[in-house]
C-alpha cells in the first residue's frame, strides 16, 4: 500500500479560511515534503520536514509532523482562490536515497 | 518555471508506434527522476538516474526504456506501449549529491500521452 495516504481526498473552502491537510505513512522515514500541483502541471516543492523536527513554517504554510503517530499535517492559513491546487506529502520511506513515494494527494478548491 | 522542461508537452502514439519524451534541467543537478501520473492514482517512480548512472527501476515494463546520456539530459523512449499506459509523464531533478536522503524535486510540467 501506499507510504502516504492524505486526509481528506478534497476539501472546499471559502478565501480567507484555514485549509488543513493531513497525511500519514507506513515506515519510518528520515524526512517528509509537500508538494502541490496545480491542474495538469508538474509539482511543486513546498516544505520539508526532518524526522527530527516537529513543526516548520513557511509564509502561510505550517507543517507538523509526529513521527510517533507517523503522521504529519500542512495547514494553509488565511487561504486564496490562487491556492486552488492538489496537495502531496512524499516520503523517501526507510530506504533513503532518491526513492520518493507519493501519496494520493488532497484535492483543494478555494472558492473566492 | 521550474529550470526543468519537457518536451513534448502533448503525445498521441498508437501502439505500435516508438516514440521519446525528453527532460532538460537546467539546474546543475546530477540526479534525475520519470515519474508516471496516472487518474485517480498516487504518482509512481519510475525511474532516477544519479551522475548518469540508474539508481532506480521501480519495476517498469521493458516498454519502458530510459536514457541518461549527461547530467542534464533525460530521455524516455516509448514503444509498443498499451492503452493503459495513457498518463502525464513527470521529469524531475534533484542536487544528486548526499543520495543518502530524500531531496528536493524540481519538477517540469509533464507530458501528456495518449496511446490508442
Known amino acids: 500500500s501506499q507510504q502516504g495516504e492524505e486526509d481528506p481526498q478534497a476539501l472546499s473552502i471559502q478565501e480567507g479560511e484555514n485549509a488543513t491537510m493531513n497525511c500519514s505513512y507506513k515506515t519510518s522515514i528520515n524526512n517528509l515534503q509537500w508538494y502541490r500541483q496545480n491542474s495538469g502541471r508538474g509539482l511543486v516543492h513546498l516544505i520539508l520536514?526532518?524526522?527530527?523536527?516537529r513543526e516548520k513554517h513557511s509564509g502561510r504554510l505550517r507543517v507538523t509532523l509526529d513521527t510517533s503517530k507517523k503522521s504529519s499535517s500542512l495547514l494553509i492559513t488565511a487561504s486564496r482562490a490562487a491556492d486552488t491546487a492538489s496537495y502531496f506529502c512524499?516520503?523517501?520511506?526507510?530506504?533513503?536515497?532518491?526513492?520518493?513515494?507519493f501519496g494520493a494527494g488532497t484535492r483543494l478548491f478555494v472558492k473566492a | 518555471e521550474t529550470g526543468v522542461t519537457q518536451t513534448p508537452r502533448h503525445l498521441v502514439m498508437g501502439m505500435t508506434n516508438k516514440k521519446s519524451l525528453k527532460c532538460e534541467q537546467h539546474l546543475g543537478h546530477n540526479a534525475m527522476y520519470w515519474y508516471k501520473q496516472s487518474a485517480k492514482k498516487p504518482l509512481e517512480l519510475m525511474f532516477v538516474?544519479?551522475?548518469?548512472?540508474?539508481?532506480e527501476n521501480n519495476s517498469v515494463p521493458s516498454r519502458f526504456s530510459p536514457e541518461c546520456p549527461n547530467s542534464s539530459h533525460l530521455f524516455l523512449h516509448l514503444h509498443t506501449l498499451q492503452p493503459e499506459d495513457s498518463a502525464l509523464y513527470l521529469c524531475a531533478s534533484s542536487q544528486g549529491s548526499s543520495g543518502r536522503s530524500q531531496e528536493t524535486q524540481y519538477f517540469g510540467p509533464g507530458t501528456r500521452l495518449l496511446v490508442l
Open positions: 512524499a516520503t523517501d520511506g526507510d530506504t533513503g536515497g532518491f526513492k520518493t513515494i
Open positions: 538516474y544519479n551522475f548518469k548512472e540508474q539508481t
Open positions: 520536514i526532518r524526522s527530527n523536527e
